[in-house]
């Protein structure tokens, strides 16, 4: 048997073939209308928050390095709507909070790992929190036991300010 040479071209092509089904593989959707516990296998899902009447808690799953989580309001709630941790697990990032109302104000609220709190609190007509049609929760494991927040909300308050979108629950 001889041996049979693999050109660059050919080695790349195969790195991305294998990048794109990893992507593909973390893509699932799904649709939330109601309380809801995720687990380790949702992780790189998008999940749609389909629900405006009374409140729900989705709870995450243990925080493992690599599990990520994007939330999308498709439904903005008038009522409390909390992503909570499991276990000890905890929340750090910021949530910036801009106002639909003429005004446009806007306030960030920044959370330190070492102040973490336990979950994110969404309410679409809140002073010191938002969650309307659209907006964005991104939640992602990079070290055990916490998780890291990027949010990206609006509400329908002139004024929102004293931002307290990650809280304890």
């Known amino acids: 048997m001889g041996t049979k040479r693999v050109g660059w071209a050919r080695i790349r092509s195969l790195i991305n073939e294998n990048q794109n089904e990893i992507k593909v593989r973390n893509t699932d959707i799904l649709a939330v209308t109601t309380t809801k516990t995720l687990v380790a296998n949702d992780s790189g899902a ?12 989705i709870t995450l799953p243990a925080a ?3 599990s990520n989580f994007k939330f999308v309001v498709a439904a903005g709630g008038a009522a ?4 909570t941790c499991a276990g000890s697990d905890l929340i750090f990032g910021k949530a910036q909070v801009t106002s639909t109302h ?3 104000d806007s306030a960030v609220q920044e959370i330190l790992k070492a ?5 994110v609190f969404l309410h679409s007509t809140g002073a010191t929190s938002g969650g309307r049609v659209g907006d964005t929760v991104e939640l992602t494991c ?3 036991g916490y998780w890291i927040c990027v949010a990206n909300l ?5 004024t929102p300010a004293s931002i307290v979108t990650i809280k304890n629950d």
């Open 46 to 57: 998008t999940v749609y928050m389909t629900k405006n009447g009374s409140g729900y808690v």
């Open 80 to 83: 409390n709507h909390f992503l």
């Open 115 to 119: 102040s973490a709190k336990d979950s």
């Open 102 to 104: 003429a005004t446009h």
């Open 64 to 66: 493992t390095v690599g």
């Open 154 to 158: 609006y509400t329908s308050h002139a």
């Open 142 to 144: 990079i070290e055990a």
